[in-house]
């Protein structure tokens, strides 16, 4: 039986929906509910669709020293924050390999943010704070209502004022059918999204809310399963499920490179020095796979451990796929040998099908990542 330590206050809404409540990072999460997945997809691809993403690791970081504690230990330059500003970061160990990602909200000038995922960030973090005058707070009274789709702006334009001059990767704090609430314009789906983080106590008349003043929206709730079928589109990586920790080295220990992921992206331009930084310097063109896309020729979906072949040659494993019932293709996200992180190499596909398959630059969908960013 998992252990459920942390308690969701949509536990009950999602029980009602059908979901079992999975562990994932400690607390019960709806992987699914009884309605269709296809559904939840569709509405956030073309409408909008609300999800319960509380069960990732909210932990305020308070004092003279957090900037300095974060700017080791993450890979952007903090100093380029400000009270309004987040960014998405990752963090490496000293082999200069990602052990976890991140997203860094600035609250304050001396107070942060970070929402991390299921990696060892926050206890890195607090191994570091040692010593220094920093407050770390972990905080499950914050519950995060992601809502995501096209039409998430046009809903939320209703009821909170400004909402649409709210850039890519900045948050403000206001209030949303009266009660107080961080809104986040972030998201884990490709689209124009928005968090919205409230207290526990507030959670469940703004799930409700939501839901029944966005019916005339397509608005639907969305169950955590939805989110692997938008990321393999959108090119968003989910420790550890698509890293070395599940599908291990013959002859090294876990640990990717960012230059493996295709995360050297997270590294500031102006970035000084920061836990990992010297080798991940010194690994740049030493990649032992890529990250990359592959265009299956079937409608069926390939499953994780999927294997891709080259003739009699193993170049590669999928990690994660799905088909979309809009843009008729059955897509998925690979680590492939380095000579094969190009389009248009021709491949089989073996495990739970068999089929002929290309490689594909990603992400698949809206490549220039116009939605998310759009504005207005």
């Known amino acids: 039986m998992a252990n459920l330590w942390r308690i969701s206050a949509l536990a009950e809404r999602h029980r009602q929906l059908g979901s079992k409540l999975e562990d994932w990072n400690g607390m019960g999460t709806a992987w699914t509910y009884d309605s269709d997945t296809i559904d939840h997809y569709t509405a956030i691809r073309t409408k909008a669709g609300l999800m319960d993403v509380s069960g990732l690791k909210k932990v305020h970081y308070v004092g003279p020293h957090a900037e300095s504690l974060l700017e080791y230990a993450t890979s952007r330059d903090i100093s380029k924050l400000y009270p309004g500003k987040s960014a998405y970061a990752t963090m490496l160990n000293e082999e200069g390999k990602f052990v976890d990602d991140c997203v860094i909200y600035r609250t304050g000038p001396n107070a942060f ?5 299921t990696g060892i960030g926050l206890e890195m973090l607090t191994r570091s704070a040692t010593g220094r005058q920093v407050a ?4 499950d009274d914050l519950h995060d209502l992601s809502l995501q789709g096209p039409l998430a702006v046009d809903f939320l334009a209703e009821h909170v004022p400004g909402i649409r001059d709210l850039p890519y990767f900045h948050h403000i704090q206001t209030r949303l059918f009266g009660c107080p609430v961080m809104i986040s314009r972030t998201g884990y789906t490709g689209e124009r999204g928005y968090e919205i983080f409230c207290k526990a106590n507030d959670a469940p008349l703004i799930w409700d809310t939501i839901l029944e003043k966005g019916v005339n ?4 709730p969305c169950s955590f399963v939805t ?3 938008l990321r393999v589109e959108s090119y968003l990586l989910f420790y550890p499920y698509d890293n070395s920790e599940y599908f291990p080295f013959k002859n090294e220990k876990s640990g990717d490179t960012l230059w493996e992921l295709g995360l050297d992206f997270t590294v500031s331009p102006t970035k000084g020095e920061f836990r990992g930084g010297y080798e991940h310097k010194r690994l740049k063109d030493k990649e032992r796979f890529k990250i990359y896309g592959v265009v299956l020729d079937t409608e069926q ?5 999927d294997t891709l072949w080259d003739g009699d040659t193993q170049i590669g494993v999928i990690t994660c796929g799905m088909y979309s019932p809009l843009s008729k293709k059955s897509v998925a996200i690979a680590r492939v040998d380095v000579p094969y992180a190009v389009d248009g190499k021709a491949l089989t596909v073996k495990g739970s099908l068999e089929v002929a398959a290309e490689t594909h630059s990603l992400p698949f969908d809206d490549p220039q990542k116009l939605k998310r960013t759009a504005k207005g």
């Not at 943010?113 to 995922?117: E, K, P, Q, R």
């Not at 929206?217 to 639907?220: A, C, E, R, S």
């Not at 979906?301 to 451990?305: R, T």
């Open 113 to 117: 943010m970070v929402v991390h995922g």
């Open 136 to 139: 770390i707070l972990f905080d």
């Open 217 to 220: 929206y397509g608005i639907v």
């Open 227 to 229: 989110l692997d079928w």
């Open 301 to 305: 979906a390939a499953q994780m451990g």
